[in-house]
């Protein structure tokens, strides 16, 4: 939807698009965190996670629950840059992200000695600036258009929902799988 009204300059329905879907997921994604959160040990449970390491994945998996907001923000805005022809700021943030990632993890881990913990922390970090990074840019782009629009549209929500579910189910698909190995 951001494509269509930014391919046809109705700028002001695309923001409101974006904010929409901003809202949304953030919404969805500290439900999901939420949850995720409060049921990593029945989850860890079901994976059949071995007793020596169930407290250490445990600390992991809540950590990475925590940042759904991040990691639901980038993947959003990570579309929204695409669709208005902005493609290689999302890798940019991505290969920085994942930079950073490795040199806080080696700095946590092996520096502070913070093992898992550390691990899952570096990891959120990186996520949660890559993320942030990824708002103001988006952001900054979204000034020059200069137009009214809606922070929130429930009739837009709709008709993003019938786009967005497949796309939501494959790259939730995909992170469990991520979780699960």
Known sequence: LVSRYFGAREYGKMKTIVSTSLLSFL????????????????M??????????MHDALLY??????????????NVLSTMFTSIGESKIPLALLIFSSILNIFMDLWMVAGLGLGVFGAALATLIAQGISAVLS????FFRMRRYNSPFRRFD??????????????????????IGMMIV
């Open 61 to 74: 998996l809540r950590i990475y629950f925590v940042g759904f907001p991040f990691l639901f923000m980038y």
């Open 154 to 175: 429930c009739h837009e929500l709709r008709s993003m929902l019938r786009i967005a579910v497949p796309s939501v189910l494959q790259q939730s698909t995909v992170s």
């Open 44 to 53: 860890m449970r079901i994976l059949q996670t071995p007793a020596d390491i």
């Open 135 to 138: 708002f103001l840019i988006f």
């Open 27 to 42: 919404i969805l994604s500290v439900i999901l965190g939420v949850f995720g959160y409060f049921f990593s040990y029945s």
